[in-house]
């Protein structure tokens, strides 16, 4: 099955707004991964929160996970045209055999 | 040098060809990765190289043949391919299996005529 689903699949905001995306999974986990992805291009790690975290900064944005309803969010604040992207959350499976799942994805858009 | 780059970045190829993509690191990672990425898809695991040694196949057909020559190259021999192989061919490499964070190339577009 499917780990990591995402919600909403698809954000629309104006720039300035702040952005939240969900991630749900089912199995344990060793931590949680975001990734973003610019269209058809690679993708780039934004954030890794490990299983004993339970909130995470870096820059604007900001990463909570509850590992009691198997789910995580993304926060970016002060969205700018730029962050325009699919973002995906990644998970281990509670595994150290590097078998990163990735969730189906929420694509944002920030309109300038 | 914090960069994966795979070649070519674009490929067309007929259904009896042969071809391969390529991918390769310098930042002394000993794992490396290829995934498939479908559009709108996520990208999903093939296989998993740790150490040179392939540690994780995921079920792929054998028409997609991997190969890590050594720990910077990592690459992907493709023969037989059907048009629904056509897909963005994502390398990816990391300190080891379990660092966790994972370093991505920009991919290879792969279209199968």
């Known amino acids: 099955s499917q780990q990591g689903e995402e919600d909403p699949q698809a954000l629309s905001i104006q720039e300035g707004e702040n952005a939240t995306m969900n991630c749900s999974y089912k199995?344990?986990?060793?931590?949680l991964q975001w990734y973003r992805q610019n269209s058809g291009r690679g993708l780039v790690h934004l954030i890794l929160?490990?299983?004993?975290?339970r909130e995470k900064h870096s820059g604007r944005l900001r990463v909570t996970l509850d590992t009691s309803k198997k789910s995580s969010s993304l926060l970016i604040t002060a969205s700018r045209a730029a962050d325009t992207a699919s973002y995906f959350c990644?998970?281990?499976?509670?595994?150290?055999?590097?078998?990163?799942?990735f969730g189906q994805g929420t694509i944002l858009t920030v309109h300038p | 040098d914090t960069e994966v780059t795979q070649t070519p970045k674009h490929l067309v190829m007929g259904m009896t060809n042969k071809k391969s993509l390529k991918c390769e690191q310098h930042?002394?990672?000993?794992?490396m990765y290829w995934y498939k990425q479908k559009a709108k898809k996520p990208p999903e695991l093939m296989f998993v190289?740790?150490?040179?040694?392939?540690?994780i196949n995921e079920s792929v057909p054998s028409r997609f043949s991997p190969e890590c020559p050594n720990s910077s190259l990592l690459n992907l021999h493709l023969h037989a391919l059907q048009p629904e192989d056509s897909a963005l061919y994502l390398c990816?490499?990391?300190?080891?299996?379990?660092?966790?964070?994972?370093?991505f190339g920009e991919g290879s577009r792969l279209t199968v005529l």
């Open positions: 990816a490499s990391s300190q080891t299996r379990v660092t966790g964070e994972l370093f």
């Open positions: 199995t344990s986990i060793n931590n």
């Open positions: 929160i490990r299983s004993n975290e």
């Open positions: 990644a998970t281990d499976g509670g595994t150290s055999y590097g078998k990163l799942t």
């Open positions: 930042m002394g990672h000993r794992a």
């Open positions: 190289y740790s150490y040179e040694k392939l540690s």
